[in-house]
């Protein structure tokens, strides 16, 4: 087991180092091979780990000493158990498939490009594994932050284009603002615990050590480290700016697995937020706005990729909706839905986009369901999973999440049902106008439509499939008593928690009903889409209230004028004026009065050699007079 | 004769020639009083050898010779001095045909 | 006897220097010394258990109490191995750099090396204080012969300040002298019976020198002139190394000559090194010049390295320890790199630049390494440091404010990244310009020598154990030795 952890990691740097460092020597067929091969080969090695978890083989591996200074010992040491062998089988499952669809997307750039978009996205497998498997927080924010720079490297992977470097620089400040966060929690259970092992601190009697307060601060703060990697309020609007990257990265890093990172973060220290249940009413809270924010957003977007952007901010947003109500098991298994069917629909959009050649304007396109059929119905299948059409999986994991909800607190729910309806009305206002109707672009990019090739549609059939039948691993308990195998799965992790949080026993008829009205909304919310846009696609410019949709809310801008100028401004105002004349003003002010000091003192040193003489006469008489008649 | 005398001597001469250094412009003549200066103090010295060695002197033959041999070190350093210092004034005259030495103020700039 | 010939081997080689004639001459010359004294460096690493080799002893001014006494503790010998990996690197990187009169360049650089070694071995204050002017007077002659347009006022400047500051060091030790019964020797020093109102004056005297070398805000004004104006070769001695001198002098002649003055007024600097990484965060992030840039940044770290020094805890002082390598490691590449750069292109300024990495992909590899261990990214070095770092401040016994300068000095770690990361996205990215399409890769030495600094990045930042482990003893002796706890309890 040791030796398939280190495996599963190192696999992918080996791809890095080979792509990276050979991508001039080897042939684009061979970098495309290597790439998804140590993928495929980390994926079937996590299967092995994963059947030795369900075998009862969970475990901590240490590997050498990372840092050790006395008092504070921290390990390179890996964990596996359910919830990370879970979360392997997902990120080099669907991190596989995206490798694979991607030796296709991106088959027309020129070689040294292509190997280096593969070493990018081989670091990034990478980096999340170390991020799944670490056993401590410090090992965790390696992985933390490598994910971070592996998105901030993709984003920006046409680098010639200004606007999406800026982007990329946008993501990872962000995610800085909220590591930053992260790194004073490490430093707080570093401090007081005097380890960093989540098998160590994520006792009850480690956790002892740290008053209520104390506990508070650092579940908040991993919180705000986790807003800004898993783009929650208030760091949310790097996300939708990350579609600067190419569309398998946007399906591989902001979809299925890198944002998710703060979900995972949470349900591994779920012990420690069970404690502080004000600190779980914030996730609560903040997770339900950002979904709703981040879906009347979608509502307006034209850019097909933006669209998807901000329902995954919205699906995020449920996640941590789940966790704030201490389903985490739930927030885990929508996280493995949600990677399945946004994983999906990102590759579906960029089957689109690539037979458009480039274009993601949604008003330019239309009736392309005629031109690619494989593409149309897997996208189809993309959107009823994230309806919540009953039994796709999107359909179980969020009846889940609506159900701790209602148990939590019914305003919650109607707000996540509400956030439902509007998921399942943007979603196929996004497919009625791609693929139904008639086609709006121009005659020459028509005459060019066509299928994407196999290595296309074949993970979007993976996918699509998996989105299907996803949801049954966990089919609820009404439904058929001990059939929610995910549940029984991970049971072990969240175990300390349970005792922890109020039992809330809903009834049988309660769960039917609730069930009811989440799939009635997402019927509502399909017809309704459906009626507005499959016969009638051409949108109508955004007014009034539509205007501030589109325009985000004008988050970006309040953001602007908040931090961004005025930080340019003071630093401007720092260089130019405090340093440089007042510091520095002063430094040369003491020079300067040296200068004029000594200006001064000039007239004395005449020249002359007669008033040397006679200063120095008479000095000598007042030496002599002091000496002799003043000093007895 | 009374140690006195040589001492009122001696200031006399001392005074003289510091006033002339003070008050005279002329390079030469600012000289010739640094001289005075040093001659008053080597009248001195000579005096007090033999004041304080009077009753030595009897027995010994040597007795007060070191003031006596300060002074001819300090005739040597005059002389030696005289003969650079006129060497200079001379350069000076011919360089800026003036021996004033009001005019001698370059270092300053 | 090693620590006597990491001195003597760059002095002699650089006298030497001075009476060679032919450049090429010059430079295979000055490359062997430096080469020389890295194998003698590395020799003295392989003993750092066996001290009989590495310390020396011999009469200096016996009538003034001190003895020429040279020791390489781990600290000592890191910081030399720093210096002896430096100069090659340096030298290498500047090979196609043409200077006028470059016997006398490479000459004085490694009299700064030879002086630069003597601080960092000094077991004698006024050794110390010796060898502290004698890095410094090189540095002036190299920087005000072979600088930019303005070096003459900025370098004068440069000169008076570190100056001033070093005077006020040599009165403090003369009076610490005086009151421990005329002995230079480090271990009266430390034993020195000095009472708390002396130690808190004579701290400021010792600050002053240490706090204009490193420097620490408000004393900084005249380091990004500095290294704007000063030969590139010389900037990366100075930020790489000098800096080091001050910190050095902090933990070896502050902390433990004067515990209780460090312990009372400790968070004076502290505090002004807090303002300091935010202030020098924010003004780097507005400078166009990249040569300012970092120099900005590297106030920012080393006010980190002071604050941790403060905070005298076993993680901080093992933090400052690694930090003092990898800082000087990192801004060496960042160097190398600006100084490739303005040779290729003719200028430093970031608006005239554009899409570098497009020309030259090699280059634009090792700066994003060394960038991402500059903004202390995980696996690479500066992680390490700045993590233990921040660790020890959060969790200081000493102060009580350490709570505020780690999360202010955190937030450095966010602004590191707005000013670094726009400073790569308007230098390599982007798309070129008339100035940058022209621009060609590095060569095959340039690749070497930036190879090697990435190597020692992420070797350090993923095995930073046996590191830590080399550097155990002399951070719990001079923890014990600066801890007040443990004077009182000798009364």
């Keep these: ?632 | 004769m009374p140690i006195n005398y040589y001492i009122v001597l001696a200031l006399c001469l001392f005074t003289i020639g510091v006033v002339g250094v003070l008050t005279r412009r002329n390079a030469i003549v600012v000289f010739m009083s640094v001289e005075l200066m040093l001659n008053s103090v080597n009248l001195l010295l000579v005096a007090f050898s033999k004041m304080h060695h009077a009753a030595k002197a009897a027995t010994m033959a040597s007795a007060g010779a070191d003031g006596q041999i300060f002074v001819f070190f300090v005739m040597a350093v005059a002389a030696a001095e005289v003969s650079v210092g006129l060497a200079i004034i001379v350069m000076l005259y011919r360089n800026i045909h003036t021996v004033d030495i009001n005019f001698l103020n370059r270092l300053k700039h | 006897m090693i620590a006597l010939l990491l001195i003597l081997v760059p002095l002699l080689g650089g006298l030497a220097t001075f009476f060679l004639k032919k450049e090429s001459e010059v430079r295979t010359w000055s490359l062997f010394v430096a080469v020389l004294t890295f194998i003698v460096a590395i020799l003295g690493v392989s003993v750092l258990n066996a001290p009989e080799y590495l310390s020396f002893k011999a009469d200096w001014m016996g009538d003034l109490g001190s003895t020429f006494s040279i020791k390489a503790d781990a600290m000592g010998m890191m910081l030399c191995m720093l210096t002896a990996i430096s100069f090659p690197i340096i030298f290498i990187g500047t090979w196609k750099t043409a200077y006028e009169k470059p016997q006398n360049f490479f000459a004085l650089m490694l009299l700064a090396q030879a002086g630069m070694m003597g601080v960092f071995l000094a077991m004698d204050a006024l050794v110390f204080y010796f060898f502290w002017e004698l890095a410094l007077i090189p540095m002036y002659f190299l920087s005000s012969q072979w600088g930019g347009a303005r070096r003459i006022p900025v370098m004068f400047k440069f000169f008076v300040y570190t100056f001033i500051g070093s005077l006020l060091m040599l009165v403090g030790l003369i009076y610490i002298w005086s009151k421990n019964g005329g002995s230079f020797d480090i271990d009266a020093f430390y034993n020195s019976k000095l009472s708390v109102k002396e130690q808190m004056w004579l701290f400021w005297l010792l600050f002053a020198a240490f706090a204009v070398k490193m420097p620490i805000f408000p004393f900084h004004t005249w380091q990004p002139d500095t290294y704007e104006q000063a030969p590139t070769a010389v900037t990366a001695v100075l930020s790489a190394i000098m800096v080091k001198m001050g910190v050095l002098g902090l933990l070896r002649w502050l902390l433990p000559v004067l515990p209780v003055g460090s312990y009372v007024m400790g968070d004076n600097p502290s505090f002004l090194a807090m303002i300091g990484i935010v202030y020098a965060s924010i003004i780097a992030f507005r400078q166009d010049d990249m040569k300012r840039l970092v120099a900005f940044s590297s106030i920012a770290h080393v006010g980190l390295m002071c604050i941790a020094a403060f905070s005298e805890s076993k993680s901080g002082m093992q933090g400052i320890m690694i930090q003092m390598f990898s800082h000087g490691i990192n801004i060496l590449g960042l160097w190398v790199i600006i100084e490739i750069i303005e040779r290729k292109f003719g200028t430093r300024k970031m608006s005239e630049l554009g899409g570098v990495a497009q020309k030259a992909p090699a280059l634009a590899i090792a700066f994003f390494v060394i960038m991402f261990a500059t903004v202390s990214l995980p696996i690479t070095n500066a992680f390490i440091g700045e993590y233990l770092m921040l660790n020890g401040i959060f969790n200081s016994t000493v102060t009580s404010y350490g709570v505020i300068y780690a999360v202010v000095a955190s937030t450095g770690v966010i602004l590191s990244v707005v000013y670094m990361f726009s400073m790569a996205r308007k230098v390599f990215l982007g798309n070129t310009n008339e100035l940058t399409v022209k621009g060609t890769d590095i060569d095959f030495p340039e690749k070497a020598v930036l190879g090697i600094i990435l190597v020692i990045i992420l070797v350090m930042g993923v095995y930073p154990q046996p590191f830590l482990n080399m550097m155990e003893g002399v951070s719990d002796s001079l923890l014990k030795a600066s801890d007040i706890q443990h004077l009182i309890l000798k009364k």
């Design chain 1, 1 to 632: 087991m040791k030796l398939y952890l280190l495996f599963i990691v190192l696999l992918p740097f080996l791809g890095v180092l080979i792509n990276g460092l050979l991508r001039n020597q080897l042939s684009k067929g061979l970098i495309g091979r290597i790439g998804s091969g140590v993928v495929i080969g980390s994926f079937i090695l996590s299967i092995l780990a994963f059947m030795e978890v369900r075998a009862g083989g969970s475990g901590v591996y240490k590997y050498f000493d990372f840092v050790n200074i006395g008092n504070l010992k921290i390990p390179f040491a890996f964990q596996i158990d359910q919830l990370s062998a879970l979360f392997l089988l997902i990120v080099t499952g669907v991190g596989a498939v995206i490798h694979v669809y991607s030796t296709a997307y991106m088959h027309d750039e020129n070689q040294d490009h292509f190997g280096r978009y593969f070493s990018y996205l081989n670091l990034f497998i990478f980096s999340m594994l170390m991020l799944v498997l670490a056993d401590n927080l410090l090992v965790m924010y390696i992985g933390w932050e490598g994910v971070g720079i592996c998105s901030y490297l993709l984003i920006g992977y046409w680098f010639k284009n200004t606007e999406f470097n800026k982007a990329a620089s946008k993501a990872f400040i962000m995610n800085r603002i909220g590591d930053f966060a992260f790194l004073i929690a490490i430093f707080i259970i570093g401090g007081k615990i005097g380890s960093l092992s989540f098998s160590e601190i994520m006792t009850p009697a480690a956790l002892a050590k740290l008053s209520y307060g104390e506990i508070s601060a650092v579940a908040l703060l991993l919180f705000f480290g986790a807003t800004g990697k898993s783009a929650q309020i208030p760091l949310y609007t790097w996300l939708p700016d990350a579609m600067a990257g190419p569309t398998p990265v946007s399906a591989l890093i902001h979809a299925a697995t890198m944002v998710t990172a703060g979900v995972y973060m949470v349900a591994r220290m779920n012990l420690m937020y069970s404690m502080v249940p004000e600190v779980l009413n914030v996730v609560a809270v903040v997770g339900l706005a950002t979904a709703l924010l981040a879906a009347t957003i979608a509502l307006k977007q034209n850019d097909i990729k933006k669209v998807l952007a901000y329902s995954t901010v919205s699906q995020l947003g449920f996640m941590f909706l789940a966790l704030g109500s201490g389903a985490y098991i739930a927030a885990v298994f929508h996280v493995m839905t949600h990677a399945f069917f946004k994983a999906l629909l990102f590759l579906g959009s960029g089957s689109v986009i690539h037979g458009l050649g480039g274009e993601q304007d949604i008003r330019k396109m239309g009736g392309l369901g005629k031109y690619m059929k494989t593409t149309d119905i897997t996208f189809l299948i993309g959107c009823l999973a994230i309806a919540g059409f009953p039994l796709f999986s999107g359909f179980f994991s969020k009846d889940e999440i609506l159900a701790a909800a209602w148990a939590h607190s019914p305003i919650l729910w109607g707000i996540a049902l509400f956030t439902a309806l509007l998921t399942a009305i943007y979603m196929f206002r996004l497919y009625a106008t791609t693929f139904k109707g008639r086609f709006r672009g121009t005659t020459e990019q028509e005459s060019h439509l066509h299928e994407s090739p196999k290595a296309i549609t074949i993970p979007l059939i993976i996918l699509a499939i998996l989105s299907v039948i996803g949801g049954f691993v966990g089919i609820p308990a009404i439904m058929a008593e001990g059939a929610h195998g995910l549940q029984n799965f991970l049971s072990p992790v969240f175990a300390g928690s349970a005792p922890l949080l109020p039992a809330h026993e809903v009834s049988h008829s309660t769960e039917w009903i609730l069930m009811g009205a989440a799939t009635l909304v997402a019927l509502i919310g399909i017809f309704y889409a459906w009626g507005k846009y499959a016969k009638n696609p051409d949108l109508e410019d955004a007014r009034g209230f539509g205007k501030v949709l589109e325009n985000k809310w004008y988050m970006d801008e309040l953001y602007d004028t908040v931090v961004v100028t005025p930080y340019k401004k003071f630093g401007s105002f720092l260089k130019d004026v405090f340093d440089a004349k007042v510091v520095d003003g002063i430094v040369n002010g003491v020079g300067r009065l040296v200068k004029y000091g000594g200006r001064q003192m000039r007239w004395i040193q005449s020249g002359q050699i007669g008033s040397y003489v006679l200063l120095m006469v008479l000095s000598m008489l007042v030496i002599f007079v002091v000496q002799f008649f003043i000093r007895k």
